[in-house]
């Protein structure tokens, strides 16, 4: 799988967009883009993913840059309760061990 | 509807000591896995499961153990339990491998070895 690499941190205020971002200068054709974040002392929650065009669900949008080396996952209006830990990661569709490789993530803190 | 569900939450253990952690899932998904999260170094898959009846090792697979007789349950054994195991485990399942279908995390089961 490729990597990824994420500012180790960032703070927004609440009521306003928290936009993080992840390079992945080096994801190949089959390679999908997944964020995925985790609340203290919870498990991961799957948020988001996408290929390369930009994505919206009811948790967030991901936008992916056209040579997609990168890409931005947006929560649009941050709550305290969106404070977590935002992991990005690349992950090619090769199989049934096609796993999800975490690194350390962006440590995301929402300010009243 | 649980999702996934880990027990127990907590355990701490004597070197040497073996226990099952176990994994149950309600969402009939075919695909099972276990990670370790230790601080610094992110999730390491230990070992997954494609099916009831199957089981396959990870990145992380040494000094453990793991059964899927049932399709809803996923069971991690530790035989001799080492200070190295300490760590949070999660279990996770998923539909199928296909991009569409996210994988679905417990909330853990915090072990320490002593």
């Known amino acids: 799988d490729a990597k990824t690499t994420q500012p180790t941190s960032m703070d927004c205020a609440e009521g306003r967009a928290a936009n993080l971002p992840c390079n992945h200068s080096?994801?190949?054709?089959?390679?999908?883009v997944y964020w995925y974040r985790q609340i203290h002392s919870q498990g991961p929650q799957y948020i988001i993913h996408g290929l390369k065009n930009n994505e919206t669900n009811e948790m967030a949008s991901l936008i992916i840059t056209e040579d997609r080396k990168s890409s931005t996952l947006i929560l649009p209006h941050a709550t305290l309760r969106d404070t977590a830990v935002y992991y990005c990661i690349v992950r090619a569709l090769t199989g049934a061990n096609s796993k999800l490789t975490f690194g350390k993530g962006i440590t995301l803190s929402v300010r009243p | 509807n649980a999702g996934v569900t880990q027990t127990p939450k907590f355990r701490v253990l004597k070197t040497g000591q073996s226990m099952t952690l176990l994994c149950a899932q309600d969402?009939?998904?075919?695909?099972m896995y276990w990670y370790r999260q230790d601080p610094g170094m992110g999730l390491r898959l230990i070992h997954y499961s494609v099916g009831e009846g199957t089981t396959a090792k990870g990145e992380v697979p040494d000094g453990y153990n793991v059964s899927r007789l049932k399709k809803q349950n996923f069971l991690l054994g530790l035989e001799s339990a080492a200070p190295s195991q300490t760590s949070v485990y999660f279990c996770?399942?998923?539909?199928?491998?296909?991009?569409?279908?996210?994988?679905?995390f417990g909330d853990g089961t915090r072990l320490s070895i002593l």
């Open positions: 080096t994801i190949s054709g089959n390679e999908y």
């Open positions: 996770a399942s998923s539909y199928s491998w296909q991009h569409n279908q996210p994988q679905h």
């Open positions: 969402m009939n998904h075919e695909y």
